[in-house]
């Protein structure tokens, strides 16, 4: 083994995805063997390292290389039951590269799994009769899984969205219903599982497919109902530029002008008025949704209300934002806040927000002063509320009121920018409220 690629397998080990990009840069072996003489991309597979994985194969690493126990990368990947260590391995255009023999290998080992679960699978091949540990972790940039171990091993329970992508990478029309049992199996929205068929079923353009989908929205359990929910979300933005795009818009919004005043489960309900807001729904419309909707007895529904009205606001929709300023729940508040901060205030709308910058819970406080700080309030009590906030114990707020200052080309920006401090959290790095200085010092530049 050469220095390059020991260090690689250093690398690999330590998980260092910018690292082992690198050295594959400068000529290691993307098939080196690691310490224990198997390739290098099986110890990624392993540690589930997805990013690691991907560097390997795109280099050139070969996921279908067979080891000595008969296995391949491929295979150990499909064990491992991670979608994103699975879709990483398989690398580019897998039915160009592999046999069909070899597809049918890997979709039965993914169907295996998928069907007897890692839980039952992982006590059959250990013969361990002590208890299976189980913890929910992250999966790749998208939701969680569920991480078994028993016996030494480790096997995470992504194998339905496994066998879902698997089955779309080879063009295998599965029936939408199998789709959606996989999605609602194991109860949770943030499940790989239900994401891998969310966007299969969003890619899958035909008016058959379609119909099968949204017959869902009908089913007796809430599940599949947000399971479909969830899927016209994706088609809102996925499908804007493929053909018969028009079509796809129309009856999204057809169902769900339909479908929104029937729900009567309050999850369903509030992510049926989240999809309105993103999917273009008319604004004449949105609005008489969200004002039937501004009194609903949960309040992750009324969370959704304020999004639903355009600005300016009516007088029936500020009347609905005002009395959602003052509704209980502290995420209600927020929503209403932000709302209201974007419009030309009265004396009443004044009062209602700058008492909510005093609300004693954060994210009302943060929503609020951040709503003042961009609106369209300029009047001198306003601004003096705006330095008052830069007293404040959070940095955010502190943020949010410099950022108000610069707006208005307040002559005390330079000092509040010193006030907010340094912004180390990585949340900031993009944020748009950090060059509100440099933007203030660009416009009040003296003239050459």
């Known amino acids: 083994m ?17 690292r082992v990009r690198d050295l594959l840069g400068a000529g290691a072996d993307p098939d080196a063997a690691g310490e224990d003489g198997l390739p290098v991309l099986c110890a990624a597979v392993a540690a589930f390292a997805y990013g690691v994985a991907e560097a390997l194969v795109e280099a050139g690493a070969d996921p279908d290389r067979e080891l000595p126990d ?12 991670s979608p994103a260590v699975f879709e990483a391995t398989l690398g580019r255009e897998p039915r160009l590269r592999l046999a069909p023999e070899r597809r049918e290998e890997l979709l039965a080992a993914a169907r295996g799994w998928y069907e007897e679960g890692p839980a039952t699978r992982l006590r059959r091949l250990t ?24 016996g030494g091993r480790r096997v995470r329970d992504g194998h339905g969205g496994i066998l879902t992508g698997l089955e779309w990478a080879f063009r295998i029309l599965t029936p939408p219903a199998e789709l959606v049992a996989r999605a609602v199996r194991h109860g949770d929205p943030e499940h790989a599982d239900w994401w891998a068929s969310e966007w299969t079923l969003s890619q899958r353009r035909s008016a058959e497919t379609w119909a099968e989908v949204v017959a ?39 169902l769900l002008g339909t479908w929104v005043d029937v729900e009567d489960d ?12 993103d999917g273009g729904f008319p604004e004449a419309e949105a609005e008489a949704v969200g004002l039937r909707h501004a009194g609903h007895a949960d309040a992750r529904v009324r969370r959704r209300v304020p999004g639903l009205f355009d600005r300016p606001l009516t007088p029936r929709a500020a009347g609905a934002v005002r009395s959602l300023c003052r509704d209980p ?11 209201l901060g974007g419009e030309a205030p009265s004396v009443e709308d004044r009062t209602l927000l700058l008492a909510l910058l005093a609300d004693a819970d954060p994210q009302v406080a943060r929503r609020a002063a951040y709503a003042i700080a961009r609106g369209a309030d300029r009047s001198p009590e306003t601004t003096e509320a705006l330095v008052r906030l830069l007293d404040a114990e959070d940095q955010d707020v502190r943020l949010s009121a410099a950022y108000g200052l610069a707006l208005r080309d307040d002559p005390r920006t330079p000092a509040a920018y010193a006030r907010v401090g340094r912004l180390n959290s990585p949340e900031y790095e993009h944020d748009h409220r950090a060059d509100g200085l440099w933007r203030w010092k660009l416009r009040n530049a003296p003239s050459s």
């Open 70 to 81: 008969g296995t391949t990368p491929l295979l150990r990947a499909i064990e491992g039951g």
């Open 266 to 277: 309050a999850v369903v309900l509030a992510r049926l008025l989240r999809t309105l807001v």
């Open 329 to 339: 729940d502290a995420g209600v508040r927020a929503a209403a806040a932000e709302s």
């Open 2 to 18: 050469t220095g390059r690629d020991a260090a690689l397998a250093a690398a690999v080990r330590a998980g260092d995805t910018a």
């Open 127 to 150: 013969a361990d009769p002590g208890p299976v540990r189980a913890q929910a972790v992250p999966e790749g940039e998208y939701g969680t899984l569920t991480e078994h171990t028993l």
């Open 216 to 254: 869902f929205h009908r089913h007796p359990d809430p599940l599949p109902r947000l399971f479909v929910a969830d899927v016209l979300d994706m088609h809102a933005l996925t499908g804007g530029s493929t053909q018969h795009a028009g079509w796809y818009h129309r009856e999204r919004l057809k």
